[in-house]
């Protein structure tokens, strides 16, 4: 999604003080030359958007920040270059990366007093939360919900079958080609499908009794998944269409952009495509399954976190503890990309000009938050290949078995 850059003027007034006034330890240098270096990276995105309150940190503070945006594949990258000592100071990234950080010893645990804590969405302090510590400052919140073209669809559908029905009259008449659109392609997208497989009885992984996720108790390939799949396999190829291969990560916006089809199921990062384009729209939580549990997205989480093997680390703890943590920051991240900040303040201070982030809010009550532990990396690629065999017409008790193994035997390795 492109992003729209924040002037340095609105940020060049804000100056950074640590707990109690004191300066932070680079500002006390004299003379031209910054003090310190601080190196952030981040994607592409975000890397823009960080880029002039990065700046404003650099010159009240007299140290050089650097925001170096990594294109593809930021996580492996940053294990790789924090590894052997080459990383940066800071990385931003999703809160689902930590297990594998923490495994991988690069990044550090953070503190946060109590009353910092409180200042934040409960559900953001909980994903940034792994094994009783925190390892992250978050700054955003993410979920899909159900985005309609209300020039087609008026109303919110009350169920999944209500939806396909809506979507089956408007295609039957030519007003559309496509009955929904939710991202499947040929390999799959457990993110975009989990709600949908939630609402009809699956699960991934169980839980402990304090509530964290359990990597023992797979549930891939339980009865209680195949029957979800089951319901899921109706919705597509050889059911009722409604999920198709032909919608992916690069066309399903596009389809909706294109008025051709009434549904999308997406994030906050559909938006500004969808506005652009001059569609009416509307979001609301995503239906269920008639009598089935409720659609539960996953809710995901934004953060900032300190590199174990930076060269600046108590200047990159100041930034994400002190600094990031200032509402007009997080306002101003939010304003860059608009998604629900994670901070309180901030959040009180952008809902009353944005309609959407109630909506967006309330489309994730409930949700699960993203299982951050490290066995969900071996999750998303069989499951994800699972789900597209599936909606192509591929049977489901026996694709889901393969998944199962091949999900054990690499958690198991």
């Known amino acids: 999604m492109p992003l729209r850059v924040v002037g340095v003027s609105a940020l060049a007034a804000l100056t950074l003080t640590a707990c109690g006034g004191e300066k932070t330890p680079a500002s006390s240098s004299t003379g031209n030359a910054p003090a310190a270096t601080l190196t952030i990276w981040a994607d592409d995105q975000r890397s823009a958007a960080l880029k002039p309150f990065a700046e404003a940190f650099g010159k009240a503070n007299h140290v050089d920040v650097q925001v170096q945006a990594v294109s593809k594949d930021l996580q492996t990258v940053y294990v790789t270059a924090a590894q052997s000592g080459k990383g940066p100071d800071i990385v931003v990234g999703a809160h689902d990366w930590i297990g594998n950080l923490v495994q991988n010893g690069t990044i550090d645990p953070i503190q946060l007093p109590d009353s910092q804590k409180s200042g934040f969405a409960d559900v953001a302090m909980k994903a940034v939360t792994f094994n009783g510590q925190v390892y992250g400052v978050p700054y955003a919140i993410e979920n899909l919900a159900l985005i309609r073209n209300t020039d087609l669809a008026p109303n919110a559908p009350a169920s999944i079958e209500d939806l396909v ?78 999920l198709t ?123 699960a938050v993203l299982p951050a532990i490290p066995a969900m990396a071996a999750v998303w690629d069989p499951f994800g290949k699972a789900e597209s065999a599936i909606v192509g017409g591929a049977d489901v008790n026996t694709t889901l078995t393969g998944a199962s193994k091949t999900i054990t035997d690499a958690i198991n390795k």
């Open 165 to 242: 029905a809506a979507g089956k009259a408007l295609k039957d008449a030519g007003k559309v080609s496509n009955i929904m659109s939710l991202q499947v392609g040929t390999n799959g997208d457990a993110y975009h499908i989990y709600p949908l497989f939630a609402s009809a009885g699956g699960y991934l992984f169980g839980t402990k009794a304090n509530g964290d996720y359990d990597p023992a108790d797979l549930g891939v390939g339980k009865p209680a998944s195949v029957e979800a799949f089951k319901k899921i396999a109706a919705l597509g190829e050889k059911g009722s269409g409604a």
């Open 245 to 367: 291969r032909s919608v992916n990560s690069d066309n399903a916006i596009p389809t909706f952009t294109g008025g051709k089809t009434p549904f999308l199921i997406s994030g906050p990062w559909a938006v500004a495509d969808i506005k652009k384009a001059g569609i009416k729209y509307d979001i609301t939580p995503i239906p269920a399954f008639a009598g089935g549990k409720p659609a539960q997205p996953f809710v995901g989480v934004q953060a900032f976190y300190v590199a174990s093997k930076g060269r600046s680390k108590a200047l990159a703890n100041e930034f994400i503890t002190n600094y990031l943590t200032k509402p007009e920051l997080q306002v101003a991240l939010y304003q860059a990309n608009p998604r629900p900040p994670a901070l309180n303040a901030a959040m009180e201070q952008v809902k009353g000009s944005d309609p959407d982030i109630e909506k967006w809010l309330a489309a994730g009550k409930g949700g």
